[in-house]
T-cell receptor, first 112, second 111 residues
Framework: NAGVTQTPKFQVLKTGQSMTLQCAQDMNHNSMYWYRQDPGMGLRLIYY???????DKGEVPNGYNVSRLNKREFSLRLESAAPSQTSVYFC???????????FGPGTRLTVL | GQQLNQSPQSMFIQEGEDVSMNCTSSSIFNTWLWYKQDPGEGPVLLIALYKAGELTSNGRLTAQFGITRKDSFLNISASIPSDVGIYFCAGQLTGTYKYIFGTGTRLKVLA
């Protein structure tokens, strides 16, 4: 049982490049989330998926798209990366029975 | 957007001392979570609270869900060096799947 896994761990992009951050969970959780964490800002919700087949915007969705590929996987895509998207990105999922959220190890993204 | 005020922002304490931190909000939450984050790692869940007034312990950690459902506190007793890290509160907005996070309390323990 690996919990929540994220790939890649680190990534450097040039402005305008695109990339997809991958997230998978093996805990059979229904809800999955993408956050970004910036210094002194705590974690801010980008998008979430309450269940397979649904996605909704969080606090800071601009510049991002998501896909809930199946119950296990929830990907985050940057179509045209900007320096303001330099951040640490965390994926999380919820245990439906207790509404307790579990986090992956994060992806550290730098946009030059 | 929604705001969670977490305080203090940082604190230095002596090993063995007790620590207290809290979160307040203008919104009502139906779940409060407390996390610890070590450098380069994702947040790790410490305590989860599900009912107003609930008091829950996990070893040296104790947390309470405020009666008004707009606040929560976390206490750490007899701190040790490995308690160093950033502690976050998070509240689940009532009727939604959304969680709002506090800005964190950075704890440093002096041996």
């Amino acid at each position: 049982n690996a919990g929540v896994t994220q790939t890649p761990k680190f990534q450097v992009l040039k402005t305008g490049q695109s990339m997809t951050l991958q997230c998978a969970q093996d805990m059979n959780h229904n809800s999955m989330y993408w956050y970004r964490q910036d210094p002194g800002m705590g974690l801010r919700l980008i998008y979430y998926s309450a269940s397979e087949g649904t996605t909704d915007k969080g606090e800071v969705p601009n510049g991002y798209n998501v896909s809930r590929l199946n119950k296990r996987e929830f990907s985050l895509r940057l179509e045209s990366a900007a320096p303001s998207q330099t951040s640490v990105y965390f994926c999380a999922s919820i245990s439906g029975g207790t509404d307790t959220q579990y986090f992956g190890p994060g992806t550290r993204l730098t946009v030059l | 957007g929604q705001q969670l005020n977490q305080s203090p922002q940082s604190m230095f304490i002596q090993e063995g001392e007790d620590v207290s931190m809290n979160c307040t909000s203008s919104s009502i939450f139906n779940t409060w979570l407390w996390y610890k984050q070590d450098p380069g790692e994702g947040p790790v869940l410490l305590i989860a609270l599900y009912k107003a007034g609930e008091l829950t312990s996990n070893g040296r950690l104790t947390a309470q869900f405020g009666i008004t459902r707009k606040d929560s506190f976390l206490n750490i007793s007899a701190s040790i060096p490995s308690d160093v890290g950033i502690y976050f509160c998070a509240g689940q907005l009532t009727g939604t799947y959304k969680y709002i996070f506090g800005t964190g309390t950075r704890l440093k323990v002096l041996a």
